[in-house]
């Protein structure tokens, strides 16, 4: 540890040299970074995971040649406040990607919205640009439409994707198709110059979003300069597509062979940076915005593993995602670390490996996982589980206590929608929503990981439980600012006029 | 293969010779066989196979070594007819390892039951001590406690294990404590001289089983002797158990550190090979007996992954076992093999290793895998899933059709006896026995292995599908002629008596 800080000393040294434009060629620069983020991946895709298919052998090498982290969660089970929490390091419900119209409500960014990632927030990027790194997102944004949300004005430099989802298309005026930007510009819309499928499946987006990631690293490198990608790719989100090459190559039909895309289009990536030989100066992570997502199943939706539910939902399959940390050189081969991870981590983490610490002039939720990586120092810590502007659970080393339950109403149930097909936990996979704040279910998530026998109230490891986790969760709640509430749907009249702010008021 | 063919050509001479005793000191001698068979283990129990705290890592070594089949299923979703077929390379239905006295009832060998392993059988050991080895069977035989069907009466050299489940005690005159033998002698009986604590869940008979295997290999190792250890461990069979040493260490409670400890002796085992400079002359096969006993789940019941029930019922939860093939320097290391596998394919394949044919005066339902595990050959082949005399479902490929679905009675399951604790698939996962035999719901393994949603009727795929199915299943029951059912279990008056034979009528 002592020549990784005093390697990590050098390196904010010249990270001040690169900033202040000093930096010349052939001296080492500080790592770039990688984030591979997937869209309504779940848990179970991967071959390490478990998935009998086993088609991800780039993803399967990657975590033979890394850590495995069995244990990691996003930060809610809905594609915008995942990624908000990612790139700020922050919940949700301190960055205001969640509404307060609505008692457990998940919040997104639709078309409409008029919120997005305030100007308040320190994203990732530009505390990286600071430091001289070149920023890139391609793929999907999803932190608002409006030209003050735009990436670019929030720290990358480069982008090549969307700013919503690619589900549509909308062929009327007042609901165009979703554009496609390159950095400033609009160039084209989903399903128009951007074709997909929707009978066949089949879209060459994730080629064009590798070609985007190939390009930017051959061209930062030869730059020299250091670089974060963030590629933020949504074959695998409902209406999935891959391209000809892929479609029909699975076992596992459309879903799979989006997944094969991507796992090919990975391993297309890390060998990039290997044949570049920067494979040692760059640290790559990989994990997935929320839980696989049920209602798609099967045809267009993955795997969860053996988790309760999916996507939309506070329980393990939602908020439970594949995660693999890469940094050969540094991150020891082979490893499997159980330390409880976020996907808020991946912005505190990242700023460590770039030798920056987090602003301190907030609450920062995400924890540096360099010690983890580097070391395997394992850190006490909980996971929160919210549904828009409530707490629905939390973990606390193996237990899990659950303050609320339910997965969907009685009426989208009864429409077909199913956020956990085949899987029913009396009095825990609800549609009424049931309060459990008093006494909350607890499960053993190592004996019981498909939370299906939750703790006798009578037992003393209950009562042990109870104490602790309530303790954290008082720590917790008293130190909680909200921020202001970014994504709620009203009257869509006054949607498309004004953003309409409700400022939450302590609990 | 060439090569291979002529190997094995080699090895048959030697056979010849080994069986007249002309083996003669520091000649090669034909590969060793050993066949590591859990009890009640299910497919989502080791970390290769997905299993969260990944607490195996010798079971994952052995993967990555050798060749993994997540496509491998058990010949009945319970302990003796799996066994049964196992050692004759045939479904239960015809070497009468099942009940004629109940629709799909599942059959066993509980201590009063006057059946077991007919002599026309032959079983492995019979064939390979006809070839010179010398064989053992270490932990539970199950194929009958009376005098005619002991282990040493059908092949084997030695024993030490029981005849029944550890289950128990029963201490009365009637129901004494099951035996434990070594060889011909009954050496104690469990929880007396072999105790096992139920309340603490401490038992060594692990750490004995495991110096059995050592030694049996040390010794045949030093006679220079080709053996076959079929080592059939029980200590995740509720109860579960463990040895101090490994008691309280897992992530996953007391049925966990029973894994660890299988984990730990199986990697011993695979060291030992090793360390006698044997492994290359030893094929290893590591399997279960049936799928996961939810009913004892979470505290003494392992996992299915993402497969739909356990133990006892014909879902894949039931019957899919977690498979890997292990033989140095003839199968190719870090391999995955899609085949269909079945238990009575390590009869067949044994033989194969041996160099010895099936017997050709019966159907033999086992394959021949080692083309699978030697050059990568995928088999079109069904798997067949009975219960008792009744033929509940088939897989072809990736299609899974059932023709009777139901998991317990719905006396039984009011009585808290819940096969498929969380999981409720309508019409699917019933508590009466529902009869699809002229329109069977078909799954596709592939898109949906926790058989979720049945193919829609109407479908084209269905239509296909189906017309394959049923010509598959014409053809075995054209040719089924049922062996005598041993397990029937009627008035316990009658059973200890005599054996109560009901042929069954062809159907």
């Known amino acids: 540890m002592a020549a990784y800080a005093t390697a990590t000393r050098g390196l904010q040294q010249l990270l001040v040299l690169s900033a202040l434009g000093l930096l010349v060629t052939g001296t080492p620069r500080p790592p770039n970074i990688v984030l591979l983020l997937m869209d309504d991946m779940g848990w179970g895709d991967l071959g390490v995971y478990g998935e009998p298919s086993r088609e991800t052998p780039n993803l399967d090498q990657m975590a033979l040649e890394g850590m495995l982290f069995p244990n990691f969660y996003s930060a809610n089970p809905l594609c915008s406040p995942s990624r908000a929490a990612l790139l700020t390091g922050r919940l949700p ?51 608002g439409h409006r030209p003050q949300f735009h990436p670019l004005k929030h720290g990358f430099d480069e982008w090549f994707g969307s700013p919503n989802c690619h589900f549509g ?118 994990t997935s915005d929320n839980g696989a997502a ?48 976020s996907i808020m981590d991946l912005f505190t983490t990242s700023l460590s490996v770039a030798g920056l610490k987090p602003p301190s002039d907030r609450i920062i939720d995400g924890l540096d996982l360099l010690p983890t990586m580097l070391q395997g120092h394992v850190m006490d810590r909980p996971i929160f589980y919210y549904r828009g502007n409530t707490l629905m659970a939390v973990t606390l080393g193996q237990y899990k206590a659950h303050f609320w339950t339910w997965t969907n109403s009685w009426e989208e149930f009864r429409q077909g929608i199913d956020f956990c097909p085949g899987q029913n936990v009396s009095g825990v996979t609800t549609h009424t929503q049931e309060e459990h704040t008093e006494l909350p279910l607890i499960f053993h998530l190592g004996r019981d990981p498909g939370e299906r026998f939750p703790l006798s109230f009578a037992s003393a490891e209950y009562q042990d439980v109870l104490s602790r986790i309530t303790q954290v969760v008082q720590q917790h709640q008293k130190s909680l600012v909200p921020g202001q509430p970014q994504l709620n749907v009203c009257n869509q009249a006054v949607m498309l006029t004004k953003v309409k702010i409700i400022v939450l008021g302590g609990k």
Chains 1, 2 share one sequence.
């Open 169 to 286: 298309p909308y062929d009327n005026k007042v609901k165009p198709n979703i554009p496609v930007y390159r950095d400033w510009e609009m160039v084209g819309r989903f399903y128009e110059e951007f074709p997909i499928n929707l009978k066949t499946g089949e879209a060459n987006l994730t080629q064009l979003y590798l070609q985007e990631a190939l390009d930017f690293i051959r061209t930062q490198h030869a730059r020299q300069s250091p670089f974060f990608l963030y590629w933020a790719i949504d074959a695998t989100h409902a209406p999935v597509y891959a391209s000809r090459p892929f479609l029909g190559t699975s076992h596992r039909g459309r879903y799979g062979d989006a997944v094969r895309e991507i796992d090919d289009s990975v391993g297309k990536i890390l060998s990039l940076l290997q044949n570049l030989g920067i494979s040692k100066n760059t640290f790559v992570f990989f």
């Open 294 to 341: 049920l209602i798609s199943a099967p045809k267009e939706g993955g795997s969860n593993g053996p988790f309760l539910c999916g996507k939309q939902t506070t329980f393990e399959g939602g908020m439970r995602e594949p995660a693999i940390a890469w940094w050969p050189g540094h991150i020891a081969a082979g490893q499997v670390s159980h330390q409880l991870g």
């Open 93 to 143: 419900i301190r960055n205001g990607f969640y509404t307060s119209n609505g008692h457990a409500r998940n919040a997104y960014t639709p078309q409409e919205i008029m919120g997005g990632i305030p100007n308040s927030e320190h994203l990732l990027p530009e505390l990286l640009k600071k430091a001289g790194y070149t920023n890139k997102i391609v793929g999907k944004w999803h932190l």
